[in-house]
């Protein structure tokens, strides 16, 4: 059975964020990296636990798009299998900081 995702409020800011930082506005290639970002975040619908617990907090996973060695970002999400929900918390790139709680709000 599918999961619906729910991006959160954070998440979704994060995306606008990185619209904008990677100029996909203008540029093509940019427009596809962040399409197949989007369609990355939206296909955990389909198997979501595929991915691993990330090492900040067992109760959530991570998704990483892009490719090495400039663009890996890391999709952090929680998995509610009572309501086969997935909400995507927080997008950020691969380097930043260790995610903590607070991050997602």
């Known amino acids: 059975m599918a999961y ?5 409020g954070r998440a979704e800011r994060d995306l606008a ?3 904008d930082e990677i100029d996909a506005e203008h540029s093509g290639s940019a427009l596809r990296w962040y399409a197949g970002l ?3 975040i939206l ?10 617990a990330i090492p900040e907090s067992r ?3 991570h998704l990483l798009y892009g490719r090495k060695p400039h663009r890996i970002y ?6 509610d299998e009572r309501h086969k929900l997935i909400v995507v918390l927080h997008i950020r790139h ?3 900081q260790q995610f ?6």
Do not use: F, M, Q, T
């Open 94 to 96: 691969g380097s930043s």
């Open 74 to 79: 890391r999709v952090i999400y929680r998995i």
């Open 4 to 8: 619906l995702v729910k991006i959160a």
């Open 43 to 52: 296909g955990l619908e389909k198997h979501p636990a595929l991915w691993p």
């Open 38 to 40: 989007k369609e990355a």
């Open 59 to 61: 109760g959530l996973r």
């Open 17 to 19: 964020a990185l619209y």
């Open 100 to 105: 903590n709680r607070r991050d997602a709000e």
